[in-house]
Each structure stands twice: as C-alpha cells, then as structure tokens.
C-alpha cells in the first residue's frame, strides 16, 4: 500500500521535446498526490497538486492528470534548466504523511 | 518570506558526538517536516510536527531526538550516530488546512557525514 513506483526511472529528451512521466500506487484511501522537482544539492520544491481521479492540471509547460491509481506528468519543450529528478508523492492517511517514489531522472540535451 | 533555511549546510561528526540541526521559516505554517534522503533516493518521512504537538514518528531511532521550540523553528537532536545515518537532511514546512497541506516548502537540507 505504501509504494509508489516512476515510469521511467531516467529520460533523456532532446531539447524541445515532450518529456513524459508516470507514477502509480496502490493505495485503499487515497487523499492527494503532488508532484515535486529536485535539482541537484537542492531540497525538493512543490510543482503541482491534485486531488481526485480525472483531474488534469496545467502550469506554464507542466501539464499533470491524476488516474485512479496513478498519475502522468508532462513537460512540453523541454529546456536543458528542466533537467532534474521529477518526484510524484501521494499522502497517506492521517493526511501529513507523505510518501515519495523513487522519482524519475530528468537530463535534457541541449 | 517564502524560505526555509536550515543550518548547518554541512555537517561531520564522530559517533559520540552530540550535535543538532536546525530549521526556521517564517511562512506562518503550522505543520514543520523532517526527512531522510540518502543518495539517488527519495526523501523519507521520519517526523512531523502538528501545532507544535509531534504528529508521526515513523518509527525512528532513538537517537535521533525532534523538537519544536515555537512555531518557526524545527530542531533535529543527534546523539550517538551511525555511519549508515550519514545523509541529506531536509526539513519541511506546510500549512496544515484540508486542501493545501500537502505543498510543502522544503529547505536547502544539511549534508550529514558520522564518522
């Protein structure tokens, strides 16, 4: 119940391109899921956050939907400074506890 | 102001050392984070703080002693250390209303090496 698995675990798009990544879960009370960014050397910062099955959610060139038992994120044209490990975070019961995947690494060549 | 600071950035201690690490923000948020990360792993919950009140202990080591002093400040107290503890650790911050605790505001992290 407690794990959350990335697809792909690393992607290396050209500049310009989609990047496109998943997590799934399984989970029997689901609350919200986020995504986060981590750069290297760098704490984890908040990129979205959704909170039912269906919802689809767009910020400047992320674009996340959020499935019943998963979610995709998508990044359109890609900038080698979007080159980062992409973490998707669901919260368990109780709401503050928060469990990370193990995120997918993001490097785009320039 | 929308930073969490932590010091010290980095960290080395003997396993009979006492040190703390410590976190500040003054988002006005009511919930306050520590975790975990080892190297190209996610970050793993170990305390949260609800109202000053601890609200989880996922079952962490006794060793590792949480303390919030106020609402603006976090501390992590370390006390007999492994060499496996040795890690990045990172403290969060979050409102804590139904629909927006879950951002959490993370800092930079301290980068602890137990010798």
């Known amino acids: 119940e407690n794990q959350v698995e990335h697809s792909p675990h690393f992607l290396g798009p050209q500049q310009g391109d989609v990047a496109s990544m998943s997590c799934t879960y399984s989970?029997?009370?689901?609350?919200?899921l986020q995504w986060y960014r981590q750069n290297t050397g760098m704490g984890p910062k908040h990129l979205l956050s959704?909170?039912?099955a269906g919802y689809e959610k767009q910020k400047g060139r992320l674009n996340a939907t959020l499935l019943k038992n998963g979610s995709s994120l998508y990044i359109t044209a890609v900038q080698p400074e979007d080159s980062a490990t992409y973490f998707c975070a669901r919260a368990g019961a109780g709401g503050f506890k928060t469990i990370f995947g193990a995120g997918t690494r993001l490097f785009v060549k320039a | 102001d929308t930073e969490v600071t932590q010091t010290p950035k980095h960290l080395v201690m003997g396993m009979t050392n006492k040190k703390s690490l410590k976190c500040e923000q003054h988002m006005g948020h009511r919930a306050m984070y520590w975790y975990k990360q080892k190297a190209k792993k996610p970050p793993e919950l170990m305390f949260v703080y609800s109202y000053e009140k601890l609200s989880i202990n996922e079952s962490v080591p006794s060793r590792f002693s949480p303390e919030c002093p106020n609402s603006s400040l976090l501390n992590l107290h370390l006390h007999a250390l492994q060499p496996e503890d040795s890690a990045l650790y990172l403290c969060a911050s979050s409102q804590v209303d139904l629909l927006t605790y879950n951002e959490q505001f993370f800092g930079p992290g301290t980068r602890l090496t137990v010798l």
């Open positions: 959704m909170y039912s």
């Open positions: 989970v029997s009370r689901f609350n919200n």
